[in-house]
């Protein structure tokens, strides 16, 4: 596929593995349209070209893109291409927006500002002294990162891969003093759901194509509010489980009309209204699953 952008249209993509079915596009240019934008998005599926993430970077740079989004499997492996990195993104360690500038890509994370404008949002009185992050890729760190930076007391990092979670937690508490965060053994996940105010759930089991429960029921509790990252389906088995053991909950939807919302302010520099781009995804969800059920 050979990238060229209009002069008269801002140019944007996203970069990632098995991305066919994100909604991204659409909910990027549903928002640019109601604010007047001419907007096109495109997806640079790292499974359909066969290029590596550092190929795909500098073509859609030197087509004239404004800029991509970012997301799994490269959310780190692109930052060695990137000439700088926004100061959120450099402690988190991972980038999901990239804007070209005069030449340059300079990486944010827009994730983190996402997952902390839905927690605010969509569990205002949500108590965060000892919260339970599971998964410590490019999600969880974002997520970590934005609770902490909310003023969580202590975040628990767990990760099937322990020395993943280890790293998270070691970075966490460079970025916001020793003892802020901690990595914990999966084993030790109904001890630590126990006595924790909130978990969030960071790895991709419940999405549409890695359907189930990524933690068993019964550890869950009424004074646990559980947050999900995934938002396809925007009612995971997770959060049916979480309110019917009466916990407060928190769809993955919010945070990704956030962290969308935050990107295409850093590609247009226009203010999208996000309770707008709320609806655009309900919509998109919704319409999806339909067509999917039929």
Known sequence: MRLVADPDTVHVGLIGAGIGPSLSPALHEREARALGLAYRYTLLDLDVTKADIGDLLAEARDAGLRGVNVTHPVKQ?????LDGLSEDAAAIGAVNTVVFDDGRA???N???SGFAAALRTGLPRAAKHRVAVLGAGGAGAAAAHALLTGGAGTVEVLDV???RAAALA???DATFGTGRARATPTSALADTLATADGLVHATPTGMAEHPGLPVPA????PRLWVAEIVYRPLRTALLEAATARGCPTLDGGLMAVHQAADALHLFTGLHPDAARMRRHLQELVETREDHRAG
Do not use: K, N, Q, Y
Request: charge should be negative; proline fraction near 5%.
């Open 161 to 163: 891969d322990a020395d």
């Open 170 to 172: 070691a970075r966490l």
């Open 110 to 112: 827009t994730d983190w």
């Open 106 to 108: 300079l990486g944010h």
């Open 77 to 81: 492996r692109v930052l060695p291409h």
């Open 218 to 221: 019964e550890v869950l509790h």
